[in-house]
């Protein structure tokens, strides 16, 4: 049988084109050319100047030798030569690898070697880890250092980037995807065990997450989003790209600090900003404490944990309106949101704050997102209470792990992603995360969440930080022991974190061991559940 | 050289799948199962019924002998069941052709002989129509009878929907497409001349214009969307996706009626419509002369002629706030928008239409929209001045005209797809068009557009239509000549137009001859200036 006729209308230049955030820059430089595109510190940068930088310092690039598919890391804080880079970085046709400000010297040793690194641009406030990282390495990446006032002027760099930029060419073309399925960047993932792994992001993907992450988070042109999360952290969820996606404005965010986000808040009008939920709950306390009352309304994604009812309360008081969103670095950041229904407005805080425990339900590029069961991979029922692994298919899921084909096949087998995580489907679909699967705990054959301990944990008033971890016991096989960080000046003790969680928790979940002081952490924050399961054993 | 590491990253079924507006009902249909999807007169269908019943619908269509590829013609008013065929067609596989309901018998056969169409589902309010056009048709397609109240339960339908729909399987899997690049659906462009072409668009390029669409004209989870734009006008624009994609609720309209319309905003709190210059005309005055004003703003996109500052005027009081936007049936509806810019907010009403009468600039998926000077095809300079034709590249753009090679290569030639429409640049990159190609009158060697002239002649209170053709001249080649349809109850005088259009016109510009009368029409409502045209000749 011959080819319907309207198959054979093939793909031409005018009405096909690879898919990728760089050309949003470029609508966004034309339509708002004189709008500030990104507000720094030091100075402002219209649409059309960041456009124009980026176009220069691609050409820049290219001409001390970044060839397509080249590697260039960037080690810098949020600031418009870091916004600038998710730009200039791609339109060099080569990949951007961010780096964690937070790493130490041998991982980013680690990282700049398996990356391939063939550039790294680096904040000279950062210089003494680079210096570091860059010694014994055989090839080591061309250096350029950004000035951006944080620490003394490069003395290892080989370029000052604005020197390097301003020997680009700005008339020069940039470097299209020559397929949109091409890498525009390299995210590496803090495991809390092992080394990091290399997640490679796609033109495709990236210019689909900023698109569905504008309209999951209500964006529009008058968007001003401050830049609480770091634009390391999976390109600051593609938010680097989503802002500029719809002619908002950028404000950037060097060091988390709560009177410059109050102050740039007001000043700049804010409407949207993200983070973990540490930042969230820094920021609730301190413009509490403060008495720090916004003048508009301020939406705020956490990601990461859900915010708790105490939070929520304080958070309508300042003028803060919380979504909770989930993702991992190999979804490109955000991949679920707890997208809001009409009928929550009548709940009371403690409802809504169930409600918005939830990771809920997935982004517009997620095809499907299922709790499977462990054995057969079947959706687990709508109950709210049989556990499976959240796993996930779509358009805005990682090509896969940098020279890492088995854990590349193994987070994709059954034609799945396999987030790691165990959660449950409620009755309205939203699915909500009880644990990490190497967290759970088995007692006596029951499971239990280590997250659920947590939160019960999290809400005595003398408690700042709690990790649950698992305890071979002879008896029940695993029992529940929990690490406990207090705040300053408040105390408590064994018994009474015991009575406090039997209020709340069925007996045999309350951790029968409680060990108090700091908890280890990766660079990120994330607690080092591993470290504290080893302190167990030894 | 070795392909470098990410790039030997492949596809999988994990994190790649073809991107189509099917895929966002789904998702709609998981978030928000109770909320309405779509309210007709006769009945509301929440998003998980709306779903189901396409779902249903598609499987039944699969049953009647539909297979992947094959066309299935709808001719149905606004009204739910044929917002329904936008999702159960393409999810048996097959490519949408909606009809428009004003079309003659002779156009309609040649319309389902064209397109192969093997079903014809049909509104029985059309049915005598129908039964024109399949009259000595060899190989009629299969009917189907919508019984929407509008007509007697067809008699000519080998099937009824509705029982149809019920001898579907909801249970069964609906046909993801196998590419993103293949048909979705089928669209007859209302030719002024010639007989209509058939436009393909694809899975792919409506997914991206229904986000773009939903993006630019500022569209939610709230949104509440009135069909005052025929749904098989380009597939509603894309809305009839766009507005599914968000999660908004659709409100159907069977006729274009003010008293309709004004209930309908009133009761369902409607905020957002599009429509013609006609339809937004209509509206204004009609609201206008009965004291309607809307009690919360409603966004009006208009296509097609930008609104006069009158119209501005009267929009505001009545509480409509005024998009222009451009498109043709080969860019799936809206390629250009007006896009506001906040210091417009200080302009006069005057100065505001001035902008407000720009085409504007490319949507979110047009990668480029350009001004080419018709010798070379450069772009001419943004001095609101050197004319050109209006070209344009990028993901929304057709798959080409079915059966016709030699208009698909012509319509993208040269790597850009070639609207016909002439046009300038402003000094701030907003195109404004200036006529159709074959419509610019050549005089003494100057260029004119006649829609600048018909501009002026609509401001004249008494002249409800008006259209300018070139008329053959021994002295100046050509020179202008009006056709102008007075208001009921209104008279003026070939002498007073000249001497009105003396006013705001360069003199060669004044039309030398007026005639009055009604102006042929084509079905979706254009003046037929070719037949203006041949009526000087005879």
């Known amino acids: 049988m011959a080819a319907a006729p309207h198959a054979q209308l ?35 940068l219209t649409y059309l100047q960041l456009f124009t930088r980026a176009k220069r310092m691609a050409s820049a690039l290219r001409d001390v030798g970044v060839n397509k598919g080249d590697t260039v890391a960037v080690l810098c804080f949020n600031t418009a030569e870091m916004l600038e880079c998710h730009y200039s970085v791609p339109m060099a046709g080569a990949v951007l690898n ?53 620490g003394e002027p490069g003395k290892l760099a080989v370029h000052r980037y604005e020197t390097l930029l301003e020997q680009g060419n700005a008339q020069d073309d940039w470097v299209r995807p020559d397929d949109e399925w091409d890498a525009i960047s390299l995210n590496y993932t803090s495991g809390t065990t092992g080394q990091p792994k290399g997640v490679v992001y796609h033109h495709r993907g990236a210019y689909l997450s900023s698109l569905g992450n504008a309209m999951a988070f209500g964006m529009g042109p008058d968007t001003v989003y401050l830049w609480t999360l770091p634009m390391f952290h999976c ?38 900003m993200c983070g973990a939920p540490i930042v969230l709950n820094m920021l609730i306390n301190d413009f509490h404490a403060k008495g720090h009352v916004l003048d508009q309304a301020v939406r705020f994604a956490v990601g990461g944990a859900a915010p708790h009812s105490a939070t929520l309360d304080r958070a309508r008081t300042i003028n803060f309106d919380i979504t909770h969103l989930y993702g991992l670095t190999e979804s490109y950041g955000p991949s679920a949101f707890c997208v809001w229904q009409n009928d929550w407005q009548t709940l009371s805080t403690d409802q809504l704050a169930g409600k918005l425990a939830r990771q809920g339900v997935g982004l517009f590029a997620i095809d499907d997102l ?30 896969g792990y940098l020279k890492d084909p088995a854990a590349t096949s193994a987070a994709f087998k059954d034609g799945w992603f396999h987030t790691g995580d165990l959660a449950v ?43 649950v971890v698992a305890r071979q016991d002879e008896k029940w096989g695993e029992v529940p022991c929990a690490f406990v960080t207090l705040k300053e000046g408040l105390d408590t003790s064994e018994d009474e974190l015991i009575a406090f969680c039997r209020e709340s928790l069925s007996h045999f979940k309350v951790p029968r061991h409680f060990i108090f002081g700091d908890l280890p952490k990766t660079s990120t924050g994330k607690i080092q559940k591993n470290v504290l399961r080893q302190s167990l054993k030894s």
């Open 10 to 44: 093939q793909k031409r230049p005018g009405n096909y084109s690879a898919l990728s955030p760089l050309t949003l820059l470029q609508r966004s430089a034309y339509i708002y050319p004189s709008k500030p595109a990104v507000i720094d510190d030091r100075y402002t």
């Open 370 to 399: 299922r709790v499977a069961n462990m054995d057969d991979g079947a959706a687990v029922p709508p109950d709210g209470h049989t556990m499976g692994e959240l796993v996930m298919r779509g358009n805005t899921l990682m090509k």
């Open 235 to 272: 390109n600051g969820w593609c938010y680097t790209w989503a802002v500029t996606a719809i002619g908002g404005t950028h404000i950037c965010l060097p060091k988390v600090d709560t009177d410059a986000i109050h102050t740039k808040t007001t000043q700049h009008r804010v409407t949207h």
């Open 98 to 150: 961010t780096l964690n400000i937070r790493l130490d010297a041998n991982t980013l040793q680690y990282i700049l070697k398996h990356g391939d690194a063939k550039v790294l641009i680096y904040d000279t406030g950062l210089e003494a880890v680079v210096e570091q990282a860059l010694d014994g390495m055989d090839q080591r990446p061309l250096t350029v250092a950004v000035d951006s006032g944080a």
């Open 425 to 467: 489907v409620h009755a309205d679909g939203y699915v909500e995360i009880k644990d990490r699967i190497k967290d759970i705990i088995i007692s006596g054959g029951e499971n239990m969440s280590s997250h659920e301990i947590e939160n019960v944990l999290y809400r005595h008033p003398a408690v700042l930080e709690a990790a």
